[in-house]
């Protein structure tokens, strides 16, 4: 909401389309509220097993229209799944008549990639001519893309070939996810190394550089023994280790939920850092997005390339640095949730078909 009223100063724009749906990633929009899918099971955010005890943005609200409605004073509008599918008449009738509200935001129910094709169209055809402001996921740029590679005014992109096995990797996972934990279990049974990093130990200065070295000495070992070390804080969100953190957090008064993410992947950040320095240049993983952030900070990345595709939202790239060290890297940022539990062997093999 916030950074909506901010971009509009910019890129003024009669209404502000909102598109957070994504079911390539298995993300769905229901008369306005948000669910995503774990396996075979889709559960509504605010009763998601990881989201809604996310450490630093836990969602206790699943209608988007009242969860925006604490960010921002503007008014949102709602194009349900009926009236995409026609059930209310023509939905390009249905579009102009809500767009003809000014300022408002237009938040769109999204179940299917046919729901997307269709909001695909209604943006392009109905693009102002002073351009147009999207507020979206990575849903907005699949529909635009699909949109006009049908009406030829742009070429479909041939499939990059696979980067190739990495001879080094390493993981660093500061998510709470179930996902992650699931594919660090995996790697483990395929005898890479699993290397704790105490998160309770983190925030005490008396006792953080002590695990530092210590988790750099033994994804040290790890590396020299051709394995691949899996730096976590955290495996799942019922994790002894986070529980413990969580209650110590609470008890002294830690109001900053940030702050303490900061902690931890700065950690992380500086045990990848110091890896690099020791062992050269290594395929990179890192997990959960707010880590995802910092570590990027740490690293200097001002800017992404795309090598290769691994799983839907979570490519390989090339990172672009202010830093000789890391220009060049090859680096995956991922969220929690995304990939299968093979996703990391996926990632050590450079690519296999999304």
Known sequence: GCAAEIALRYFPSDYIPLLVGAPFLSRYLLFGNLFARVDQTTYRLDRHPTMSKHPVTPMSE???????????????????????????????????????????????????????????????????????LIVSSSGADYALAFHLQKMGWVEPVAKPPGAGKAECMVVVAGSCSPVTAGQIDYMESLGHQGIRMDSLQLLQPTKRDEVIKDAVAQAS???????????????????PYYLRTKQWLLENGDAERGITVHLLAEAQGQVLTQLIHQHGKMRVVVAGGDTSGYVSRTLGIYALETLCPIAPGAPLCVAHSTDKLFDGLEILLKGGQNGDHRFFAYVLEGGIPV
């Open 221 to 239: 070992v790890t590396l020299r023994a051709g394995k691949v070390p899996m730096l976590y804080t955290a495996r799942g969100p019922e994790d």
């Open 62 to 132: 699943s209608d988007l229209k009242r969860h925006l409605a604490k960010q921002t004073e503007r008014k949102i509008e709602l194009l349900d799944i009926f009236g995409l599918d026609g059930q209310y008449g023509p939905p390009a009738t249905v579009f102009r008549e809500l767009i003809k509200k000014k300022g408002r935001f237009l938040l769109f129910d999204t179940l299917t990639e046919e729901h997307l094709y269709t909001i695909g169209r209604l943006l392009v055809d109905h693009n102002s001519k002073g351009g147009q």
